[in-house]
């Protein structure tokens, strides 16, 4: 601790702390796994520390909010002996009820600054109804779709994952803790957790130290570096130790060597898991282990409450060890704010909750990480003449489902069906046919149709934690939906609702227009109708790579070289003549064309502790104003072990009108072009590095820079 006050109140606060109470702030409980009555009987002693998804308004009349947040908070302020206020924590991981994108659509807006936006609504209306602590933002690398949990990570980028981190903390939490509108942020899943074997949750990562070191943690680092105050241990063991007592993960790299200040919190019952994976043999002895070994609060399963006390009065555990935990944890509480104001606001809550800035700042999202994969003859934006649209597909009437898999709080009512928003955006005189089932016969009897909307793609259940799949094809049967619709002869639009990239090789090839949507949220229909029609001009881009088959899986760009020189997801396989990507990393198409010329980098040499200028002027030369998002990529050439073959160093949104041409530029540091090295230090190694400056990770104005 820095600040003098801070210190001397935590510290004043913890004298006068039984054993009991010390043990009760490490813990968290749940309404699942405690009942109430003796949760309240637990607050009155100061046993709970934290409750988590307790009192939440889901449902009832909106001037009637449930207020058992503030029922229970009053017992734990007023009538526990030491006052200390409950830390009230929800999965609010892309919205309260304005809901956002789900995070892998986020990350395909690549804005920074729509990542601290959404974060700051959430929080907003998070903190009016008393929630003062989120388990997001998720930072885990994740390279393989069929793993659920994708939808709610930025995707397979550790450069993009960590810019997007710093932003939402900062959104979360605001420059420092306090604001009655900001909550506590949690990275999360500390670490390694998307790297599960077989695309299989809540299981084991096998994970190089090298690569651990230069793809996994460097999210989490600019987590810490922009302040986040909480950190979830993740599920999984790494190389047999699992990430709950992994003492270098938890002490060594986050305390020691980054400085974290926060407070480390367990993923759901973790503690208790630990005998079940083999590391401990009863509920003590994990106890034992997880505390000693960096962790301060224990998640609903009770180990800590039940075994602590008397553990420490055994001297199994040092009492020291219990009260830097309690430390760490009052300080937030304080930096929070609680002890001044522990109570939600419901009345700021009915101004803050789905007002107007929020859900405009929702259809910014939902529009900005829309992507238009494919577009042959401009069949996109729907022209004035197209008068006759039918609109299909099994997600065309969906409304809560377009939320995505963590939508914990939001409402059907609260969302438009896309059905909705196309039939209020289309032009004036425009029909617009229903089509449900039958949809030969249906064309027949509605006479000539001059396109086709067709949404198809996953409902949230398919996504999400435990939602893991063994085929990335469009569900059953939607795909032989997609081809008769195509066999009818009307030029077919596809959109695709989904929390992670799915198999569409047959689509792109044979469906002329497709955009990606994701799981765009509560303004996820009126954002895909403004751009059917053309109010919007599509920008996103990939924050993932497509495979063209399941069986592509794990593929993702910044692969390393195999033995021909060449980038490792290049290698064909006997069923697929076609080799790579069915769609690369960072790549959108746009209703209008730029082009990328005059590429300069000065000095042409980079030495140590200094810095090169890399510039390329970006030109809109089609017939819509629209945004780029211009890519910087290096490859280091030569070096002491095998390094990708390319790697996000910089990216920026542009804004051009038809016909204007921008010079966009980059700094490039020794440090950006730092890695783990063959003795398994940090820093670089001099030599030439390759420069492209593009659209997406395939393609791109090409240059060198020497390294000194």
């Known amino acids: 601790m820095q600040n003098p006050q801070l210190e001397e109140k935590v510290n004043s606060l913890l004298k006068q702390m039984t054993l009991v109470e010390k043990v009760g702030q490490l813990h ?174 809540h299981t084991i990562s096998s994970i190089p130290e090298r690569m651990l070191n230069d793809i996994y943690l460097p999210p989490f680092e600019a987590a810490v570096k922009a302040g986040a105050g909480s950190v979830m241990s993740a599920f999984n063991d790494i190389d047999g130790v699992p990430c709950t007592v992994n003492r270098k993960l938890l002490i060594d790299i986050l305390r020691e060597k980054w400085g974290f200040d926060g407070f480390v919190v367990t993923d759901w019952q973790c503690v208790d898991n630990l005998h079940l994976q083999g590391i401990a043999k009863d509920r003590n002895d994990a106890a034992k282990m997880a505390i000693t070994s960096g962790i301060d609060m224990d998640m609903v399963d009770g180990c800590f409450s039940d075994s602590l006390t008397s553990l420490v009065e055994s001297g199994e555990v040092p009492v020291e060890v219990v009260d830097n935990a309690v430390k760490n944890i009052l300080k937030i509480k304080f930096q929070l704010g609680l002890f001044e104001q522990p109570y939600a606001d419901f009345g700021r809550a009915k101004k803050t909750i789905l007002c107007g800035k929020h859900k405009q700042i929702a259809l910014e999202a939902a529009e900005q990480s829309i992507v238009l994969l494919r577009n042959e003859d401009s069949l996109l934006p729907l022209k004035p003449e197209i008068k006759k649209i039918a609109v299909a597909g099994p997600m065309v009437e969906c409304r809560k489902e377009l939320n995505g898999c963590w939508d914990l709080i939001g409402r059907a009512e609260d969302a438009a069906t896309i059905l909705e928003c196309i039939k209020e955006t289309a032009p004036e005189g425009t029909e617009i046919v229903r089509i449900a089932n039958g949809f030969e016969d249906t064309l027949l009897s509605n006479g000539k149709l001059d396109a086709v909307v067709l949404v198809v793609g996953e409902h949230p259940k398919r996504s999400g934690e435990g939602k893991d799949i063994t085929s990335l094809k469009l569900p059953s049967g939607q795909e032989e939906l997609v ?73 993702y760009y910044n692969c390393r070289r195999n033995i021909a020189g060449k980038p490792a997801i290049m290698q064909p396989y006997l069923e697929i003549p076609e080799q790579g990507p069915l769609f690369p990393f960072g790549y959108g198409l746009s209703y209008t064309t730029f082009d990328y010329g005059n590429l300069k980098i000065s000095p042409a040499v980079l030495k140590q502790n200094g810095e090169v200028e890399i510039t390329a002027e970006i030109t809109n030369s089609g017939d819509y104003d629209g945004e780029e998002i211009v890519q910087l990529y290096v490859k280091d050439c030569a070096a002491s072990v095998n390094r990708p073959v390319k790697e996000l160093k910089g990216f920026d949104r542009v804004f051009l009108k038809s016909g204007e041409t921008k010079t966009v530029s980059f700094i490039l540091k020794p440090e950006d072009l730092a890695f783990t090295r063959l003795d398994m230090t940090w820093g670089t190694e001099p030599g030439e590095h390759e420069i492209w400056i593009g659209p997406n990770s395939s393609t791109g104005l090409k240059s060198v820079v020497r390294l000194t």
Not at 47 to 60: D, H, K, R
Not at 69 to 96: C, T, Y
């Open 28 to 201: 968290q409980t749940h309404r699942t796994s405690c009942p109430h009555e003796k949760v309240t009987e637990m607050i009155k002693k100061g046993q709970v520390g934290s409750v988590l998804l307790w009192g939440i308004p889901t449902g009832g009349k909106d001037d009637e909010p449930e207020n058992d947040i503030n029922a229970m908070q009053k017992i734990a302020v007023e009538e526990s002996r030491l006052g200390i206020p409950i830390l009230f924590g929800l999965d609010v991981i892309h919205g309260l009820r304005t809901v956002f994108p789900v995070p892998l659509g986020m990350a395909a807006t690549w804005s920074r600054k729509l990542a601290e936006a959404t974060a700051s609504m959430a929080a907003a209306e998070s903190a009016s109804v008393g929630v003062r602590w989120t388990f997001t933002p998720m930072l885990d690398i994740s390279r393989d779709p069929r793993w659920g949990r994708i939808a709610e990570s930025f995707g397979e980028d550790t450069y993009l994952c960590a810019e997007l981190a710093k932003d939402a903390v900062r959104g979360y939490q605001g420059e420092e803790l306090g604001g009655e509108d900001k909550i506590l942020a949690c990275a999360k899943h500390f670490a390694g957790y998307g790297a599960a074997e077989g695309g299989r949750d």
């Open 483 to 555: 081809r008769k619709v195509h066999a009818a002869g009307i030029p077919v639009v596809m959109v695709v609702i989904a929390g992670r990239q799915l198999e569409l090789s047959w689509a792109a090839q044979n469906i002329p227009a497709i955009l990606y949507a994701w799981h765009p949220g509560t303004m996820g229909g009126q954002a895909i109708a403004n751009i059917l029609f053309g109010k919007t001009n599509p920008s996103g881009k990939t924050p993932v790579t497509f495979p063209r088959h399941t069986g592509q899986v794990p593929i």
